[in-house]
């Protein structure tokens, strides 16, 4: 058999090589830590088709940034725009800054759009042609006549009929709120003057070493902002990431330091020594380092929010700490390391497996964030409780030497038990309290509650749309066919409906492909037009401008495709809308703003099999809510193996009293959370699995006593353990994210009911010697 030392010694080693293999992990170009909520969410549970989609939209537009300036002098906002957009590569943010138009990119959609003229005709032409086609000569010599219009010899030798010069006005009355003042894209709102600024990432919106360098960026907007006198604002993915990440870490930091604090006063004002102290944090620090290592190298990143939960895990892995050290205090005399580690062996190998019983059934949840995260608290746990065995009869071979501190207060709770009133009437009146309470319950599976919105970003990220007249609330539309012809096709049939909405208010505007690249279908009916335009009105119109040589359309008919569109750089700003083929399906996105009945366009795409709606927040809460209901059911499930495994270890009358404590206590945290108006989502459920693997452990401790002296010992090893758990929580149940709020209230609540009623599983003074506790049967 091996040594104790040796088998410290075996796994020291093996946390060290844990220790280098974190070392590697974190010194990688990218820490391996994931703040993307969608990277929670189980990939085939989606449409392949929507799923890539979305990801294409949603990195075209989470990569942007959007900057606005505003000034009362015209002079200095130029000085301003021309300065900042200068500077803004510097920042080491971004790859490519668009400020200024300059004459090529102006001459662009005409350049593009010119060897396809006849075929291209707004929707006021198209009526004009087939009704009253004269008319468009009247309109060629209005214009003439209008010395304001510019026409030359040129373009009527190109264009008789001005129909291409009527084409382009209209599509530049699309962004009209849009101007170019000195070649900055500008734009006027309630009288003010803004320049508008675009600017694209150098890497992902998560990237948390690409948002290491937002104080770069504020730094030169307060410089810009106090140099020229102008105001800045900026918008986008990358500024509420950062916050995330920000936030994320600072509450990982308050639940962390704060628990680490309150382990190390509770350890040194009871055990008044610095090797509990440090054979308790050798034990968390283990369970964490191994769990971190083990989680990247399966998954290769580690969710933020597994790390929230997993700092959480200090509350359950200290209890098997305290237990073994509250044994050495009580036992100055005699001491044996492994008698000490025997003697508690079966009630944290108990509670060790209890608390694994529900942990295991995350993993294999089709849910890539519960899998995470049940994987995380498993090893987390596992390796705090192989410390406890590996580690500890060798560093506290010595006994303590300090007095064991006075446990009247705990004696006297521990004798208020043995009042059959009390023991009836406390679980009964929280039990009644908690059916109460849990008639307030109401389920909201919202993702939205995930993210905690800072106030000035989101109402930059309002005055910048209201000013740009994007729309706050925008509904992406997925439209698929077989064809590239067919899916245009698609679209303009799909217009009518659009400019239907657009008209009754539904939306305000729409912005799609099919605006810009015409389906040959409807290029052909529209060069048929042109065609009869000149074989009726072309001597008429060459006899009102006393042209010599006759009015002929000398242009042939050319296929204007997708593709000549996506070559050309006017389709930067809007090209990610054609996604192409994807999964054997031609697919297209339209982009409607400021949707007024989401429920009407809802029943429209329900009815059209060719369209899906892209609305990612909506689908992530749809999946929550379906997983919500999975733990519930996980959760019922560990309840009753639990059961089983008491059931199998002590008598029915002893399972019951070891099991009712945490049940309890997981209703009453619920009753609570719900009176307080909180709504209950996943993260309550998983609330509930935490509060399920402390209260067994309370009670399981309990229930192992070979003797009541022991119990007041016993006690004081679960109080700690509850005060560290009350301090992670009490802090968590502060945090800015309403889940993670809801969350903390549920833990909070519970495991103080938890403590309360672990003492029910003691046994009774009159009846220690006539338990019917097999306490030599081993696991």
Known sequence: MLSSSKIAFIWLAFIASCALTLSYQIMQPKLPIETNILALLPKDKQDPLAQKAFERVADNLSNKVVFLLQGDDKQRLLSAAEDFSAQLLDTKLFVKVQAKVDELQQRAWGKLYFPFRSQLLTESQKIRLKDNPEKQVEHVISQLYNPFSGVSGTELGSDPFLLFRDYLSEKNQQTAQFTLLNGFISTKYQGKTYIVIQADLLGDAYDTQLQSHIGNLIALEKTIENKFHVKLMHTGTLFYAAYGTQSAKSEIST????????????????????LPLLLALLSIGCGLL??????????????????????????????????????????????????????????ITLGLITSLMGYLGLLAAPFPGLQQLSLFSVIGLISAYLTVICCYPYFSKKPSTITPPKLMFFIQWLNLWHNPKLRLLLPLGLFVFALLGLTQVHFNDDIRQLQAMPVDLKE?????????????????????????????????????????????????????????????????????????????????????????????????????????????????????????????????????????????????????????????????????????????MLLGSAYLLICCLLLYRYTLKLACKVIIPPLIAGCVGLAIT?????????????????????????????????????????????????????????????????????????????????????????????????????HEKTL
């Open 255 to 274: 639940i962390g330091i704060g628990s680490l604090l309150g382990i190390i006063f509770l350890l040194l004002w009871v055990y008044r020594s610095t």
């Open 290 to 347: 191994v769990a971190f290592v083990v989680s990247v190298a399966v998954f290769g990143k580690v969710h933020l929010f597994s790390l929230v939960f997993g700092a959480s895990l200090i509350g359950v892995s200290i209890d098997y700490a305290f237990h073994y050290l509250t044994e050495r205090l009580k036992t100055p005399h005699n001491w044996d390391s492994q008698k000490a580690l025997k003697h508690i062996f079966s009630a």
């Open 460 to 632: 930059q990220e309002q005055q910048i749309k209201k000013i740009t007249g994007v729309g706050e609330k925008q509904q992406l539309l997925l439209v698929k066919s077989n064809t590239e012809e067919n899916l245009l096709i698609a679209l303009e049939t799909l217009d009518l409906k659009l400019k239907e909405w657009k008209k009754q208010g539904v939306i305000s505007s729409y912005r799609s492909i099919h605006q810009f690249v015409p389906s040959l279908k409807t290029q052909r009916e529209n060069y048929q037009l042109v065609q009869s335009l000149y074989i009726k009105e072309a001597s008429l119109l060459q006899e009102r401008l006393n042209f010599s040589a006759p009015v002929i359309l000398n242009v042939p008919f050319s296929p204007f495709l997708i593709k000549d569109f996506l070559a050309s750089p006017v389709s930067a700003p809007l090209g990610f809308l054609w996604l192409g083929n994807i999964n054997q399906n031609i697919a297209s996105i339209v982009i409607l703003s400021d949707v007024k009945n989401k429920a009407d366009i809802l029943r429209y795409i329900e009815d059209n099999a060719a369209l899906t709606s892209l609305d990612k927040a909506d689908e992530i809460s749809t999946i929550f809510g379906v997983y919500r209901v999975y733990i519930s």
């Open 674 to 774: 719900s009176v307080f108006g909180i709504p209950i989502t996943i993260f309550n459920l998983l609330a509930l699995l935490l509060i399920l693997g402390i209260g067994i452990d309370y009670t399981l401790f309990f229930a192992e006593l070979k003797k009541h002296a022991d119990a007041p010992n016993t006690l004081l090893a679960i109080t700690l353990s509850a005060i560290t758990t009350v301090l992670s929580f009490g802090l968590l149940a502060l945090s800015a994210t309403a889940a993670i709020h809801g969350f903390g209230i549920t833990v909070l609540s519970g495991i103080v009911v938890a403590w309360l009623l672990a003492p029910l599983a003691m046994p009774l003074k009159s009846k220690t010697e006539n338990m019917k506790i097999e």
